[in-house]
């Protein structure tokens, strides 16, 4: 059974830091490509950054140059460290594994990140 959890979410003030986690077992993780994807309130969920099995990374404009993906294959996690956050950061954030190949993608159940002013 596959399982992404996800972890590290919370509430933190504008300017402020924040790592997610997200443990994935069940897949072999070296053949997944991870990503993060966010969803606030009366949005559509969104990319936010994405990271291959080779380890290319790549971001949305919104969020370059604040947040980083990365991943520890011994682990299998993939994290994402968020810097200078702002209320516009506030979002539900969701783990994706996306094979290397054309196959099913999987989906963590998601953690509340709120940023305050």
């Known amino acids: 059974q596959v399982q992404l959890v996800e972890s590290g979410g919370g509430l933190v003030q504008a300017g402020g830091s924040l790592r997610l986690s997200c443990a994935a077992s069940?897949?072999?993780?070296?053949?997944?490509?991870m990503g993060w994807y966010r969803q606030a309130p009366g949005k559509q969920r969104e990319l936010v950054a994405g990271?291959?099995?080779?380890?290319?990374?790549n971001y949305t404009d919104s969020v370059k140059g604040r947040f980083t993906i990365s991943r520890d294959n011994a682990k299998n996690t993939v994290y994402l460290q968020m810097s200078s956050l702002k209320p516009d950061d506030t979002a539900v954030y969701y783990c994706?594994?996306?094979?290397?190949?054309?196959?099913?993608?999987?989906w963590g159940k998601g953690t509340l990140v709120t940023v305050s002013s």
């Open positions: 994706n594994a996306r094979p290397v190949w054309n196959g099913v993608n999987y």
């Open positions: 069940g897949i072999t993780f070296i053949l997944y490509n």
């Open positions: 990271i291959t099995s080779g380890d290319n990374t």
